[in-house]
């Protein structure tokens, strides 16, 4: 069983991760999705959400963008990150599964400025 969540405004994959409406976490297994759930954002704060997020269980957290401390946080737990995503969330995590989503290392330098965070 594999967890993947889905950095979300409701159903599509959010630009910046720290402030996402959502998470849409899938657990999967044999590359089909077995659970949904959606649950809110519990807050942005520094080292936070990654922390969260491994408490949950995660294996994959996929984003648009993300800020280069979360990474780091990820990493320390083992966690892939797949950022550059756009597009339905489930969608995302079918194409994760499938081998189809490929990270584009898209990271946020400007936390002031979330709605600047591209590739």
């Not at 997020?53 to 401390?69: A, H, R, T």
Request: glycine share 10%.
């Amino acid at each position: 069983m594999i967890k993947i969540a889905v950095a979300s405004e409701h159903d599509m994959v959010t630009e910046h991760f720290g402030h996402c409406v959502n998470f849409n976490l899938y657990n999967a297994q044999n590359d089909e999705i077995m659970e949904h759930a959606s649950i809110p954002n519990p807050g942005h704060r520094p080292g936070f959400l990654p922390n969260f997020l491994n408490d949950l269980g995660v294996n994959v957290i996929i984003s648009g963008g993300m800020g280069g401390g979360a990474i780091d946080i990820f990493n320390q737990h083992n966690i892939e990150v797949i950022v550059g995503a756009r597009g339905d969330a489930r969608a995302a995590a079918l194409a994760y599964l499938a081998g189809e989503l490929k990270s584009t290392g898209s990271v946020c330098h400007e936390h002031s400025h979330h709605e600047e965070c591209h590739a």
